[in-house]
């Protein structure tokens, strides 16, 4: 533990991961602070050396540092800053040039694109752009990666979430860097191909893929291996992909630190004859950092590839180091180069759960270790597989329930079976995959390999059948996960010296933990809100108070209210749901009526109400204004266009405040 306390680029880390956290825009402070800084610690160097609490002081001007460092990344890291970004070209219809640098995995409705946006009316641009090409297009699988095309369209933004609790798609793409899309039908034509090296390993991992296709192997070996080889998952069907998350192994499907780590060990053990020359270390590492980077390159270098290599790359250069070595080390430096070089890393689902697993095993494999004797090397291969999987679910588990609300208790047979022969699964898939490039015509490996695959899948969908061991539905807040992972290093913290001492500093965090904990709950009881979401044909409003929601809605809810009502429900852990078909209620001393057929409303007596409608009523709304002098009126997306276009004129006629759900999105009060 004071190892890594003293380690200097895990004090600036918690620095960078302040100044992520409560980012900074004022560029004189960005560019002050770290100069300061720096002067300070050069002054008080032989001051700070001479005295006893030398180290806390440098320990909070190291931490200053990265809080300054990790702002003027994020300042470089803004494309939005760049005068020839194309940003200032929304919603203009413009003449554009664009490449190919990316293709998405393909919805129902459209083929997708990431492409760079090189020229825009004659001038030069920078930036990236959602390309969205409409399946019913005749042109659209003559597109690929590198395609340069010249189009007429528009710049057009992406839409926030048209509800609360809906996936927020538009922060996702941002923190790519991707700010707009471009639709495109039969308003492009390609005019060349990019040539880049990039562009041109994406074009020999498409060849690669119809290889594939076109070999005698089955459909989801097909799809298995195009996802833990090359990165796509196109070819991972629905069926498949819930076995692997309903059996806890959903990590497998896609290239992670997992697969990273296989490589590696397999990539240490090909090349350790290289240590017997001379200066054999140094080209030992080169050479294993080099093929790690060349498997990112190839793989098509997704976030996750990223983040996995560059931490075993780090690893590799450990093994430059003579003596006794922290492990940690390794991941807390690949942690930092990658938020300097990326801050929204830090938001990254993936990137969370990765750093979480592997500080986990970490931390906890050497005491678990200590305990558990196996004499056999085999024995002891299955039992820390299990000992491993173990500790990785402790240390993902408060992010798997704050994401995705469900813990597949069976999570620890699949693993056992599923990693134990994960290696057999990729070395055979490398094989097969050299052999289908080299040679042509089939023989026994991919008819063996194939049906392997069969029954790994076979298995694995056979473990996701047990529904009843999935616990789902749990909701876990960020305040709890901090609460979480505090109680996990005070048991590390004991296990591994237990004294007075530490007992004390471990009860002194849980306390402080518990009370923030009962000041969040006492915050959430006080909350109330109402919501009138934005779902086009249908109208759902909804009163939260403390832990019971109020709905108000037509009898059955369409799917996607539902799962917005679920989402609802688990974020603000609300325990009773109710059904009310009431026209009026009060909300914060505002009244509300709730316009959804045909009467005549306008008779009403009480006044300045709230009018809320819904489902296209039949009203004449100028006598009811005129009669009921309501404070606002609320038009629901349930509406028809054309009669939401005549109410805004009748409202801005009598200058009454309206508010369209439809254009402004959902309404919520709080």
Not at 339 to 366: E, H, K, R, T, W
Not at 453 to 473: A, P, R
Not at 614 to 635: A, G, M, W
Request: net charge positive; glycine share 4%; hydrophobic share 45%.
């Amino acid at each position: 533990m004071n190892l890594l306390i003293s380690y200097i680029p895990f004090q600036v880390l918690l620095g960078v991961l302040i100044g992520i956290l409560y980012p900074v825009q004022n560029i004189y402070v960005i560019c002050v602070l770290p100069l300061v800084t720096l002067i300070m610690m050069f002054l008080l160097h032989r001051y700070l050396m001479s005295k006893s609490f030398s180290h806390q002081l440098f320990f909070l001007l190291l931490m200053l540092f990265g809080m300054s460092v990790s702002w003027f990344s994020q300042v470089l890291q803004d494309d939005l800053k760049d005068e020839n970004h194309y940003i200032k070209y929304l919603n203009q219809q413009v003449h554009t040039k664009i490449t190919l640098v990316k293709q998405l995995t393909d919805t129902n409705t459209y083929q997708r694109f990431y492409a760079s946006v090189n020229v825009v009316n004659d001038t030069l641009t920078e930036g990236k752009i959602l390309i969205e090409i409409p399946v019913k297009t005749s042109k659209v699988s003559e597109l690929q990666v590198g395609d340069i095309l010249f189009c007429k369209s528009n710049f057009k933004r992406i839409n926030p979430p048209s509800s609360p609790y809906d996936f927020d798609y538009k922060t996702y793409l941002a923190r790519q860097d991707i700010y707009a899309k471009i639709k495109l039908e039969h308003n492009y034509i390609k005019i060349g191909n990019n040539t880049s090296c990039l562009i041109k390993l994406q074009k020999l991992r498409n060849k690669v893929n119809t290889v594939l296709e076109s070999s005698s192997l089955s459909a989801n070996t097909i799809g298995l291996m195009k996802a833990m080889l090359l990165g796509d998952k196109n070819g991972v069907t629905d069926e498949m992909l819930t076995s692997f998350t309903n059996s806890g192994v959903v990590h497998i499907i896609a290239i992670s630190g997992m697969h990273v780590g296989v490589l590696y060990f397999m990539l240490l053990y090909t090349f350790v004859f290289i240590k017997r020359f001379k200066y054999g270390n140094y080209v030992y590492v080169i050479v294993v950092i080099l093929c790690l980077w060349s498997f990112a390159v190839f793989s098509g270098m997704s976030s996750s590839v990223i983040r996995s290599v560059t931490m075993f790359s780090f690893f590799t250069l450990t093994k430059l180091k003579s003596g006794k070595r922290l492990v940690l080390e390794a991941i807390i430096t690949s942690m930092l180069v990658l938020l300097l070089y990326d801050s929204n890393y830090l938001f990254n689902v993936g990137f969370q759960l990765s750093y979480s697993a592997v500080i986990s095993i970490v931390v906890f494999y050497p005491l678990f270790s200590k305990w558990i004797k196996v004499k056999y090397k085999i024995a002891k291969y299955f039992v820390d597989v299990l000992v491993v999987s173990v500790i990785a679910q402790l240390g993902v588990l408060p992010f798997a329930l704050y994401y995705f609300h469900q813990v597949p208790l069976q999570f620890l047979f699949t693993n056992f079976f599923a990693v134990s022969l994960l290696p057999v699964v990729l070395y055979g898939g490398i094989i097969v995959l050299f052999k289908l490039l080299l040679f042509k015509n089939q023989c026994f490996i991919e008819s063996l390999y194939n049906d392997f695959i069969t029954y790994y899948l076979e298995v694995v969908q056979y473990f996701s059948s047990f529904s009843n061991w999935i616990l789902k539905d749990v909701s876990f807040s960020k305040m709890e996960i901090i609460y979480y992972y505090v109680f996990l290093f005070c048991v590390w913290y004991l296990v591994d010296s237990f004294n007075y001492k530490r007992i004390k500093h471990s009860l002194f965090l849980i306390i402080i933990c518990q009370l923030l904990l009962l000041f969040e709950m006492y915050k959430e009881n006080k909350v109330s809100e109402l919501l009138i979401y934005n779902s086009i044909g249908q109208n759902m409003i909804t009163v939260r108070h403390q832990n019971t929601i109020t709905i108000f809605a037509k009898d059955s809810l369409t799917a996607k209210d539902s799962v917005l009502l679920k989402a609802n429900q688990l974020k603000n852990k609300l325990k009773e749901i109710n059904y009310s078909s009431k026209e009026v209620f009060t909300f914060k001393n505002d009244n509300y009526l709730v316009i959804n057929k045909n009467k005549p409303y306008y008779l009403l007596k009480q006044k300045e109400l709230i009018l809320i409608i819904v489902d296209n009523p039949r009203i004449n709304l100028e006598r009811l204004i005129t009669s009921l002098k309501p404070k606002q009126i609320i038009i629901a997306s349930s509406n028809y266009k054309n009669n939401q276009l005549k109410w805004k004129s009748t409202c801005k006629k009598l200058q009454v405040p309206i508010y369209c759900v439809t254009e402004l999105g959902a309404f919520i009060k709080n």
